[in-house]
């Protein structure tokens, strides 16, 4: 995969919004500040009009996109909630560029078609909106990604199933990945490290999409599985359980990523290492 060139002190980044509208104004302004914090300019797209839940029209959503694509080194999703999927058939339309596009949850969609689509590596992390309200020590994580201050990253979780297990990192949530089975917008799946997380789903929604896995045939292409945040539910970790360790693949559980407040970056496309015995993720770049 292309990875993107690291952020250089004063550069511009953008903030766009490929979903929902950011209705946030006060955590938007306070994200817009830690970006700026750091040393870069920060221009903020303008859409026209909302459309029901969406930020704008999607010709509108993906205009903004692809004017984008080549003016900046970074795009940074203002939010999630629904609407990134819709602008996947699309995609071929970008120009010539290789941002970093940087989000989570719906924004999944984007970060696996781009995976797919241009094979482009990017980053599993705090939208905007988010951001403010991410520990400290997540968002230093992140602004030392970008900056090419940090090359790899060790999160400790807990072991679920034993084993080691190396591979290309693939992170995102649960119920926008379940909607891409079976069609052209799933990365490349060989030799995978899959890192799934969700939030404010019943167990059964969640055995559902997990049965769905199942019976595509995915979870047995897979060399490993690290799950993020899902929620206190202990129902849910019951379900995950009995639906994940007849893989016998090494499973870790309970790391800082996810709809949390620690909200670690990880790098879809990087390399890394699960190691089920120890519970630990760990990604590095080349």
């Not at 994200?31 to 750091?38: A, E, F, N, S, V």
């Not at 984008?68 to 970074?74: E, F, T, V």
């Not at 799934?196 to 047995?220: A, C, N």
Request: a negative charge; hydrophobic letters at 40%; aromatic letters at 10%.
């Amino acid at each position: 995969m292309h990875q993107p060139r690291f952020l250089t002190p004063q550069q511009t980044v953008k903030v766009i919004a490929p979903a929902g509208k950011v209705n946030d104004r006060e955590s938007l302004e306070q994200g817009i500040k830690l970006w700026q914090d750091q040393g870069y300019k920060v221009d903020l797209a303008n859409y026209d009009r909302a459309w029901h839940y969406l930020a704008a029209p999607d010709r509108e959503r993906f205009a903004e996109l692809a004017h984008s694509w080549c003016r900046y080194g970074a795009l940074v999703c203002g939010r999630g909630g629904y609407g990134t999927l819709r602008l996947l058939p699309h995609l071929d339309h970008l120009g010539e560029g290789c941002p970093w596009v940087i989000g989570f949850s719906d924004i999944t969609a984007l970060l696996w078609g781009l995976a797919q689509q241009r094979q482009i590596m990017s980053i599993h992390a705090p939208v905007l909106v988010t951001l403010p309200q991410t520990a400290a020590p997540a968002q230093a994580a992140l602004f030392a990604l970008v900056a090419g201050k940090l090359d790899h990253l060790c999160l400790k979780g807990i072991p679920w199933q034993g084993g080691k297990a190396s591979g290309i990192l693939l992170p995102g949530n649960l119920t926008v990945a379940t909607h891409l089975l079976g069609t052209p917008y799933i990365p490349p799946w060989e030799d995978v490290i899959l890192a799934l997380e969700d939030v404010d789903e019943p167990p059964y929604k969640i055995d559902r999409m997990v049965t769905q896995w199942h019976l595509s045939g995915f979870f047995q292409r897979v060399r490993g599985i690290a799950l993020g945040n899902f929620g206190d539910d202990p129902a849910l970790e019951i379900i995950l359980k009995e639906r994940l360790l007849g893989l016998g693949i090494p499973i870790v559980s309970g790391l800082a990523f996810g709809h949390c407040s620690d909200n670690y970056p990880l790098v879809l496309g990087a390399k890394c290492l699960l190691n089920g015995d120890d519970g630990e993720l760990t990604w590095y770049l080349n």
